[in-house]
């Protein structure tokens, strides 16, 4: 089963607009719409930002998260919904509050506060920028609550201080279920880029039997995918993290991205995991009717 390769297909971000690609879905039934493709095409998670279907904006307003969570369930039931609890200027509780009104099975499990921009790399400018809080409160609030819910936490790791935030609070003990699963994202301006060795060493301080997955943004994201698929990872795509194709041309799609995966995952010799498959790899609770 660990050698089943699990794709998570991250349809929008808060960051990512239709002018910069015009697949980038707003609406809830967009949203199904390219839930299905990518399910079709093999992802087996959605990684969900809800969108003000008028503006493009990330939004937590609760009706339009549940709009868009039950949009994508009655289309693609088999899909495991991932649920982000990520939200800049945002109190902490309209951040985790719609994780106990959807109950998805898994949420994103943000593990430290940061400068996060947004960045033209080969010049250094800085477009866009906020101070992202996720203090060791909060994260033991939100841990708390999702184990209560019975959701399984993924958790962000943004840099290598967020591994070491989330160790450090699990030594608590309430914290959460084992085994845990862990997400590395690269390519965040202000977090760690891709880097092989840096990689191997977080690698190295997961916990026994943790799973784990890596996004990336932009180039990032190609170069983690086949990294991820060498060393027994998962693999994240998705407009959210990069809205071109390794060619550069636009993507048609997140689900296009998903197909590239399906490519490095047969290279790689291992198959892609079912729906059924990723709940027993990672441990979800089981899908009731």
């Known amino acids: 089963m660990k050698e089943k390769l699990i794709i998570t297909a991250a ?11 015009p697949n980038v879905p707003y609406t809830p039934e967009e ?3 390219e839930c299905e493709k990518c399910l079709q095409e093999g992802a087996t998670i959605v990684h969900i930002h809800a969108k003000d279907p008028d503006t493009g904006n990330a939004t937590m307003d609760p009706v339009r ?4 969570v039950e949009a994508v369930r009655e289309r693609s039931p088999e899909l495991i919904i991932n649920l982000s609890t990520g939200a800049m200027n945002t109190p902490p509780e309209d951040r985790i509050n719609p994780v106990k009104d959807v109950r998805p099975e898994m949420a994103s499990y943000n593990t430290n506060s940061m400068n996060f921009a947004l960045a033209r790399h080969k010049t250094g400018e800085i477009l866009m920028e906020f101070v992202y809080d996720n203090t060791f409160a909060m994260m033991a609030d939100f841990a708390r609550k999702m184990k209560e819910w019975e959701v399984k936490p993924e958790c962000e790791i943004f840099d290598p201080g967020g591994l070491y935030n989330c ?3 699990r030594r608590q003990g309430d914290m959460f279920e084992d085994p845990m699963h862990f997400q590395f994202v690269y390519g965040v301006a202000g977090g760690m880029p891709f ?3 840096l990689h191997l060493a977080l690698l190295n301080l997961l916990p026994k039997d ?7 943004i932009a180039p990032n994201q190609y170069w983690g995918a086949f990294m991820a698929a ?5 693999i994240r795509v998705g407009l959210e993290d990069n809205i071109k194709m390794p060619d550069g041309q636009l993507a048609k799609g997140s689900w296009e991205q998903v197909t590239w995966v399906k490519q490095i995952a047969h290279i790689s010799g291992r198959p892609v995991a079912t729906p059924d498959e990723t709940r027993d790899i990672l441990h ?6």
């Open 210 to 216: 943790a799973t784990y997955s890596v996004c990336g």
């Open 167 to 169: 160790l450090l609070i």
């Open 65 to 68: 998260i549940r709009e868009t």
């Open 230 to 234: 060498i060393t027994g990872g998962h």
């Open 11 to 21: 349809v929008a971000g808060g960051a990512t607009f239709k002018h910069n690609n």
């Open 31 to 33: 949203f199904a719409d």
């Open 195 to 197: 880097d092989p060795q």
């Open 284 to 289: 979800l609770r089981k899908k009731t009717v």
